[in-house]
């Protein structure tokens, strides 16, 4: 062999070792800095909303109520699940019309932020309560003529969510007109409620996430759609989004540096080079797109925690999977059961997981708390 070829071979093969250094360092092994897991299955029936740094899951339970006429009807039975003890409680709440509490959110500390339904689950008391355990702590009312829906809360017990009136339910981020006027608002003990609709002399918004120094994320609607802001220290910031036209985007999550995870309410988008349009906005850095690839498009960014891992759902040859991303690479979640429809929910700073599976075709789901063993 000539010198010359023997070159060009030795280049051509450190080039292909390099590309594919490349794309291996784009999707990382699992094993990579997941050195295992261990996954806690709950009973059938249920379905695990939050996770905090301790592993204390919000959990719905699905019992059959004897007392309603149609046989699919149901109760949500909310409970508090200790993975270190496996033992749950059951949330309490004297209210012969709304008896049943809906948690919504868990802080580090255990504290809980909820509402509560009436016996079938389907009108909600527009209440706020800040529950321990299964012990109430503190119960913030309404106005007269307003329901308060609370959403997230910090460490500090601060609740962000949105008033609205009493005529209609629900919630719509598909554009247009919608059935009521959302007032985001940010509460806590020391400050009462701050009106931040009125701050964003906004027609309509709703704060979605609260981080621990007080700083609330979420949207406010305009004529061509929802589109995301920040407020801190009575201070609001417009966040920009350039993705399209379309201009419904969703706050997703925010982590205690600030970071906030956003993604528009569409599916493909070529902003992104695939699938939908995902990104993370700071003070300091402006908005930083998350981009799939060829080989895998986002469908859907579930969290963000402090060590900037997002948690994303993708899928791959028409598959669904899961992923955590920070910095451009991807590492893969286990399929824990692969022959089952798996729904990954929120990833904690330490590591905790909570999700659930599908198990059959008639709404049938078992929820899990997964550890990640580093």
Not at 102 to 117: C, Q
Not at 121 to 133: A, H, R, T
Not at 257 to 264: F, I, N, R
Not at 279 to 303: C, L, N, P
């Amino acid at each position: 062999m000539s010198k010359i070829k023997k070159y060009k071979s030795l280049f051509i093969i450190f080039a292909f070792l390099l590309v594919g250094g490349i794309i291996f360092s784009q999707y990382q092994n699992l094993h990579d800095w997941i050195q295992g897991y261990k996954v806690i299955w709950l009973s059938p029936s249920t379905r695990t909303i939050a996770v905090n740094d301790h592993g204390q899951a919000l959990v719905f339970a699905r019992k059959q109520n004897n007392l309603a006429s149609s046989p699919f009807a149901y109760w949500q039975d909310s409970r508090l699940f200790n993975p270190h003890t496996q033992h749950s409680l059951s949330f309490e709440y004297d209210d012969k019309d709304y008896p049943n509490v809906l948690p919504l959110s868990i802080n580090s500390k255990g504290f809980i932020v909820a509402t509560t339904t009436n016996q079938l689950g389907l009108m909600e008391s527009g209440k706020v309560l800040i529950m321990k355990g299964n012990a109430l702590h503190e119960e913030v009312q309404p106005l007269s003529n307003e329901l308060l829906q609370p959403v997230d809360i910090n460490d500090s017990n601060a609740v962000v969510g949105y008033r609205f009136n009493k005529i209609g339910m629900g919630s719509s981020l598909s554009g247009g007109s919608t059935t009521k006027d959302y007032k985001a608002f940010y509460w806590s003990k020391t400050e009462g409620f701050v009106d931040l609709n009125e701050k964003l002399l906004a027609k309509q918004s709703q704060a979605k996430v609260v981080n621990n120094s007080g700083a609330v994320a979420g949207m406010f609607y305009r004529t061509n759609g929802w589109e995301p802001f920040y407020y801190k220290h009575n201070k609001i910031i417009y966040i920009p989004w350039k993705a399209s036209l379309f201009r419904n985007v969703e706050v997703v999550d925010i982590n205690n540096s600030g970071k906030v995870l956003l993604q528009e309410v569409v599916l493909v988008h070529p902003a992104t080079g695939s699938g939908k349009a995902v990104a993370i906005w700071s003070k300091s850095s402006g908005i930083k797109f998350i981009k799939g690839s060829e080989s895998f498009r986002i469908i859907d960014a579930k969290s963000i925690n402090d060590l900037d891992q997002v948690l994303l759902e993708i899928e791959v040859d028409k598959k669904q999977k899961y992923m955590i991303y920070k910095n451009s690479v991807y590492t893969p979640l286990p399929d824990i059961r692969p022959k089952q429809n798996i729904q990954y929910q929120n990833l904690t700073n330490n590591g905790w997981l909570t999700g659930f599976v599908k198990l059959d075709d008639v709404e049938e789901y078992q929820g899990f708390v997964m550890k990640l063993i580093r």
